[in-house]
């Protein structure tokens, strides 16, 4: 079991299917416009995220979208010379978008997934996750002591597949949105949270956050994100992989990783 994140080099195969649609107005985030004559200064790249998701994707102060895959979707965009528009989607409504040609890529760490692999296809992972459980500080439970509790978790995600098919014994509560998730913790409605850990890691810097701590030890499930595309668009996967390849020689990967996640992830 792995105890610190990295980031990973190889594609491995892993994930949760999305579901449905989305109504609300969509923050977006553009890149800047690409250079002038450049031999792809017309390439348009659309990409899909979720804003619910600090540090990786947020909205900041001013409502402008932010975070750890914002800047790191702008620096893959500046290095494929493309004019990229990111948007913010609900969770659900991702996959079905991509699938129905009204984004081109998701970018919400969303994990690489078996099931997901069956309906669209990924880049080169840009991140190693591990899972983390959560309660009140002073409680002794673990995860192994979670039977019977109840534990609140984002719906079809990997920590909701990792509770349904592993600890079938505790009740558990699934959130269409992580901030949905930490309102019934902190009210008491569920006992324990599962989910990835950078994001649970910052929340317990937050205010509301104070009264709890992450329970024994990161759980490695194999856990890799990257980013989304449809099945038919190998040129684009293969522009994605190229790039990041790219910010990860060149050092801006480690950069950005380093601005927003902090001395506890291993950037390569």
């Known amino acids: 079991m792995k105890y610190t994140l990295k980031f990973a080099t190889t594609l491995l195969a892993a994930a949760v299917l999305s579901a449905c649609g989305n109504d609300k107005p969509e923050a977006t985030a553009p890149t800047a416009a690409p250079e002038a004559g450049s031999a792809s200064a017309e390439k348009q790249i659309r990409i899909a995220t979720e804003s619910n998701f600090k540090p990786f994707s947020y909205l900041d102060t001013q409502g402008n979208l932010a975070g750890f895959e914002i800047d790191l979707a702008n620096a893959l965009c500046e290095e494929m010379k493309a004019k990229c528009e990111i948007v913010s989607q609900d969770w659900d409504s991702l996959i079905p978008s991509l699938q129905a040609n009204k984004v081109d890529a998701i970018?919400?760490?969303m994990s690489i997934t078996e099931e997901r692999l069956k309906v669209v296809d990924?880049?080169?992972?840009?991140?190693?996750?591990?899972?983390?459980?959560?309660?009140?500080?002073?409680?002794?439970?673990?995860?192994?002591?979670?039977?019977?509790?109840?534990?609140?978790?984002?719906?079809?995600t990997v920590s909701a597949d990792y509770l349904a098919k592993n600890y079938p014994q505790a009740t558990v509560k699934t959130y269409d949105k992580q901030d949905?998730?930490?309102?019934?913790?902190?009210?008491?409605?569920?006992?324990?949270?599962?989910?990835?850990?950078?994001?649970?890691?910052?929340?317990?810097?937050?205010?509301?956050?104070?009264?709890?701590?992450?329970?024994?030890?990161?759980i490695d499930i194999g856990d890799i994100v990257g980013i989304?595309?449809?099945?038919?668009?190998?040129?684009?996967?293969?522009?994605?992989?190229a790039?990041?390849?790219?910010?990860?020689?060149?050092?801006?990967?480690a950069e950005i990783a380093a601005k927003h996640l902090g001395d506890t992830v291993k950037a390569q």
Request: aromatic share 8%.
């Open 228 to 241: 989304a595309v449809r099945k038919d668009d190998a040129e684009l996967k293969a522009s994605f992989n």
């Open 180 to 218: 949905n998730a930490y309102l019934d913790l902190t009210a008491g409605r569920a006992e324990l949270m599962l989910s990835d850990i950078m994001p649970v890691t910052d929340w317990l810097t937050t205010e509301q956050g104070q009264g709890f701590e992450i329970k024994g030890e990161p």
């Open 107 to 109: 970018m919400a760490g």
């Open 122 to 156: 990924f880049s080169e992972p840009y991140f190693d996750n591990t899972l983390v459980l959560i309660g009140k500080k002073g409680d002794p439970t673990t995860i192994n002591d979670i039977a019977g509790k109840t534990v609140a978790t984002q719906q079809a």
């Open 243 to 253: 790039a990041l390849a790219s910010l990860k020689a060149n050092g801006k990967y």
